[in-house]
């Protein structure tokens, strides 16, 4: 009876062993699926800028210009404030966000425009 008492304990222990594992597998995976959601979160809160563009040296001076948030890279210029709008609000659609329309001095007309 002592050799099938030491053969059951040490088969039980393997098999916690393997729950233990498989539990920081698991574990791992749910901290980089975390650390994905919250990346594509960060890019869904930025929102979409649009603004007149009011650097004399640039070919679209006096454009109005669609950019994301806190980027210094603009989207695509347009001739009206209609426009760029329009193409503001179907790029947030797009990815759950808002609009952030601008006068033509650069203050905030209309926020988390949807």
């Given at each position: 009876m002592?050799f099938f008492k030491?053969l059951?304990k040490?088969?039980?222990?393997?098999?916690?062993?393997?729950?233990n594992?498989e539990?920081?597998?698991?574990?791992?995976?749910?901290k980089?699926s975390?650390t994905?959601?919250?990346?594509?979160e960060?890019?869904?809160?930025?929102?979409?800028?649009v603004?007149?563009n009011?650097?004399k040296k640039?070919?679209?001076?006096?454009?109005w210009?669609?950019?994301?948030e806190s980027s210094?890279?603009?989207i695509?210029?347009?001739d009206?404030?209609?426009?760029a709008i329009?193409?503001?609000?179907?790029?947030?659609?797009q990815?759950?966000?808002?609009v952030?329309i601008?006068?033509?001095?650069?203050n905030i007309r209309?926020?988390?425009?949807?």
């Amino acid at each position: 009876m002592g050799f099938f008492k030491r053969l059951f304990k040490k088969k039980k222990h393997q098999d916690t062993t393997k729950t233990n594992k498989e539990t920081k597998q698991e574990d791992q995976t749910k901290k980089v699926s975390k650390t994905s959601t919250s990346n594509s979160e960060d890019n869904k809160t930025r929102k979409y800028h649009v603004s007149m563009n009011n650097d004399k040296k640039s070919e679209h001076y006096k454009s109005w210009r669609v950019r994301l948030e806190s980027s210094n890279k603009t989207i695509k210029y347009f001739d009206t404030q209609k426009e760029a709008i329009s193409y503001a609000e179907t790029l947030a659609k797009q990815v759950n966000s808002s609009v952030v329309i601008h006068k033509m001095d650069g203050n905030i007309r209309k926020q988390d425009y949807k």
